[in-house]
């Protein structure tokens, strides 16, 4: 997730200063490193040797990891067993359905008519038990249509280096954004959803993904333009924040911090992913509209 950290300092009476200075940083959890020295390699065999399909798979399990505690965020302690099974199946349908486009139409016209159907032979009240088929729906749609542009990149020519582009910028603009904002932040950007997000980490995480873009195309991608680099480090800084911010609303209205706690040192599977929710197709769209408009011209 971007952390655009800003750090506020208060006075021995309890005052807020009027200029804040940033503070230390929280203690670095370590666990964070090991998580990424077993899950990269593994996640770069799969892009890189696999067949496009295993890597759908992956997103297919990550997306399920997602999706389910983005369910139990909606239905907190309620049991809905029966509506969780039918987002999770949609939901995969969804993102298979890049390798089999006639499924996606059917499947979802299959998951809508289970999830209204499910107040039939449900006991809890009618308004709850309509209330909780929405989010369900709300969830394969969330999930389904963000993650599904990612199997799709995958699927075009030369997809595994797009790939690794879109995650490559993705992790720059969210580093950039972080260091800087934990060090430099001051002003900030989302007091209301996010207190931590600054205008300083927001500039640092456009400046990293702008430089990563970069270096990726000297170093294995040259179809890209200068022009390119520059409006796509733009582009996924923005919708990464975006996404970000989309999914802490989320999680400010329920009043929790992670979404979970899967991955050691990094929260719940929709925390990982919240920034490339709104990335991954903001990339594809431009990369199969933009670019291949300017090819033909």
Not at 13 to 34: C, K, N, S
Not at 136 to 160: A, D, H, K, N
Not at 230 to 245: A, I, S
Not at 259 to 276: A, E, N, Q, V
């Amino acid at each position: 997730m971007v952390d655009l950290n800003i750090q506020m300092q208060t006075t021995n009476t309890g005052q807020q200063p009027t200029h804040p200075t940033p503070v230390a940083a929280a203690r670095f959890d370590p666990r964070r490193i090991y998580t990424v020295l077993v899950l990269a390699p593994l996640l770069y065999a799969v892009i890189r040797y696999l067949p496009p399909l295993v890597f759908s798979g992956v997103v297919v399990l990550a997306g399920v990891l997602a999706l389910f505690e983005f369910y139990r965020l909606c239905f907190s302690d309620r049991s809905q067993s029966w509506l969780i099974g039918i987002g999770l199946a949609g939901f995969a349908a969804v993102i298979l359905g890049a390798h089999w486009p006639n499924l996606i139409v059917p499947s979802l016209l299959a998951t809508l008519i289970a999830i209204i159907s499910v107040p039939l032979f449900s006991r809890a009240p009618l308004e709850q038990s309509l209330r909780d088929g929405a989010m369900t729906l709300f969830g394969v749609l969330y999930l389904g249509l963000t993650l599904g542009p990612l199997s799709m990149t995958r699927l075009l020519p030369q997809g595994e280096w797009l790939i690794f582009f879109l995650l490559l910028v993705t992790w720059a603009s969210d580093t950039g954004a972080y260091y800087v904002g934990t060090l430099y932040g001051r002003h900030r950007l989302a007091p209301t959803i996010s207190p931590k997000k600054s205008y300083e980490g927001l500039a640092g995480g456009l400046v990293g993904a702008i430089i990563a873009a970069y270096i990726i195309r000297w170093w294995f991608l040259p179809e890209l333009s200068a022009l390119d680099c520059l409006v796509l480090g733009t582009l996924l800084t923005l919708t990464g924040l975006w996404g970000d911010l989309t999914e802490s609303a989320m999680k400010r209205s329920v009043g929790i911090k992670d979404s979970g706690g899967i991955l050691p040192g990094h929260g719940g599977m929709l925390d990982r992913l919240d920034s490339l929710l709104f990335t991954a197709p903001a990339f594809y769209y431009y990369v199969t509209m933009v670019i291949r408009l300017r090819i033909i011209e």
